[in-house]
């Protein structure tokens, strides 16, 4: 009767111990139902990352205006530059042909 009831006792363990794993994977299971599919994870990532792409073009589009912007406003610089060296260069050339006849 001892080997009998100790083999009842483990059939009981191995029992409950499936009884758990059960338990755990329809845990699981409702988890992978309710929650979204692989599928559906990997589409929201897609509509993200091209959200983030869409504000790059945005933001290079805007730097890109400033650039042309700044750039158009450095060559007016240079110009203004460039005129008050010749007349600098022109008000040295006076001064020395003044210089030389004192």
């Known amino acids: 009767m001892g080997k009998l009831e100790r083999e009842r006792d483990a059939m009981a363990e191995g029992v409950k111990t499936l009884e758990k794993e059960v338990a755990e994977r329809e845990g699981r299971l409702e988890e992978l139902r309710s929650g979204p599919s692989a599928k559906e994870a990997v589409e929201k990532e897609r509509r993200v ?35 008050k060296v010749e007349e600098n260069n022109k008000i040295c050339e006076e001064n020395e042909e003044l210089k030389k006849r004192v």
């Open 49 to 83: 990352l091209e959200e983030d792409v869409k504000k790059f073009h945005a933001i290079i589009a805007e730097i890109s205006g400033r650039i042309a912007s700044v750039e158009k406003i450095l060559e007016e610089k240079e110009k203004e530059l460039e005129v």
